[in-house]
Antibody
Framework: QVQLVQSGAEVKKPGASVKVSCKASGYTFTSYGISWVRQAPGQGLEWMGWISAYNGNTNYAQKLQGRVTMTTDTSTSTAYMELRSLRSDDTAVYYC????????????WGQGTLVTVSS | EIVMTQSPATLSVSPGERATLSCRASQSVSSNLAWYQQKPGQAPRLLIYGASTRATGIPARFSGSGSGTEFTLTISSLQSEDFAVYYCQQYNNWRRTFGQGTKVEIK
């Protein structure tokens, strides 16, 4: 069965960086893209970007361009999302999700990783 | 950026009744529209993609319609497990965007 298992909760100070991992299993990792979506406390879903696990191509949300980097390690079927220059409004649950074949929208989701930015 | 606007923000419905949720795009997204359900403390769950195709395992009481800029999610007879927040998402543009969500609560 398809599973996406994310790394644990993080607490960071403003200005620091965080790197969240997402280990995939149950499918051919390089055949699907991975999206990253975040959700601030009590707020809606925000699409952050996408990476092709096949060739590493990326698309990022305009508001995060320059602060976010998405990568994959095909040897371990793991995707990573790094966010730099953290601010308090980056406090959120961060989700990775596998995109569907034939429809660029996620079908399987990780459990989420809470990132708290606080001084 | 394509802006997705959902209405209403909150929908109060009695169990067994029909619920109709709307999603409007600021420009055409063709049929590249998905609906997600999210319950507290859980990851979103894909319900509908391609505007009207149910995802695997989704009950037939969930249906989606629309194309272009106007979309609807209908839950034909609300069950207790359907009370949740629902989001639409467009994926016509490579910079995907979500609506702000509709909370379906018990009346």
């Amino acid at each position: 069965q398809v599973q996406l298992v994310q790394s644990g909760a993080e607490v960071k100070k403003p200005g620091a960086s965080v790197k969240v991992s997402c280990k995939a299993s149950g499918y051919t990792f390089t055949s699907y893209g991975i999206s990253w979506v975040r959700q601030a406390p009590g707020q809606g879903l925000e699409w952050m970007g996408w990476i092709s696990a096949y060739n590493g191509n990326t698309n990022y949300a305009q508001k995060l361009q320059g602060r976010v980097t998405m990568t994959t390690d095909t040897s371990t079927s793991t995707a990573y999302m790094e966010l730099r220059s953290l601010r308090s409004d980056d406090t959120a649950v961060y989700y990775c999700a596998r995109d569907m074949r034939g429809a660029a929208t996620p079908d399987y989701w990780g459990q989420g990783t809470l990132v708290t930015v606080s001084s | 950026e394509i802006v997705m606007t959902q209405s209403p923000a909150t929908l109060s419905v009695s169990p067994g009744e029909r619920a109709t949720l709307s999603c409007r795009a600021s420009q055409s997204v063709s049929s590249n529209l998905a609906w997600y359900q999210q319950k507290p403390g859980q990851a979103p769950r894909l319900l509908i993609y391609g505007a009207s195709t149910r995802a695997t395992g989704i009950p037939a009481r969930f249906s989606g319609s629309g194309s272009g800029t106007e979309f609807t999610l209908t839950i034909s007879s609300l069950q207790s497990e359907d009370f949740a927040v629902y989001y639409c998402q467009q994926y016509n543009n490579w910079r995907r965007t979500f609506g702000q969500g509709t909370k379906v609560e018990i009346k």
